[in-house]
């Protein structure tokens, strides 16, 4: 079983930046597609950006140009770098993998396996 743990979230001020890391201590991380997906107090878990096996990316429309996501499978570990910080961005963020051996970069939630226990983003107005 995949065990994720996130880390790197706090506060920040609008146009701020910060990055996002999760470790991953499976032993098949390197075949996982490895994704971030974010929810807000009342609003629905929504995905952000997905990376596959061999580091194809997509990302969400509202984080597109600002926020990057990448992977060293050396060291089992998934980044979201995210720049441009804007007020809306402020959720609970969370590090999910997708067993799945296709490859395809899916932003839905009930298509990952696995999940850490999220990080805060606040972002300041």
């Known amino acids: 079983q995949e065990q994720l743990v996130e880390s790197g979230g706090g506060l920040v001020q609008a146009g701020g930046s910060l990055r996002l890391s999760c470790a991953a201590s499976?032993?098949?991380?390197?075949?996982?597609?490895m994704a971030w997906f974010r929810q807000a107090p009342g609003k629905e878990r929504e995905f952000v950006a997905v990376?596959?096996?061999?580091?194809?990316?997509y990302y969400a429309d509202s984080v597109k140009g600002r926020f990057t996501i990448s992977r060293d499978n050396f060291k089992n570990m998934v980044y979201l770098q995210m720049n441009s910080l804007k007020p809306e961005d402020t959720a609970f963020y969370y590090c999910?993998?997708?067993?799945?051996?296709?490859?395809?970069?899916?932003?839905?939630?009930?298509?990952?396996?696995?999940w850490g226990q999220g990080t805060q983003v606040t972002v300041s107005s």
């Open positions: 990376i596959n096996r061999i580091s194809n990316t």
């Open positions: 499976g032993r098949t991380f390197s075949n996982y597609a």
């Open positions: 999910a993998a997708d067993r799945s051996l296709g490859g395809a970069l899916r932003t839905v939630a009930t298509a990952y396996d696995y």
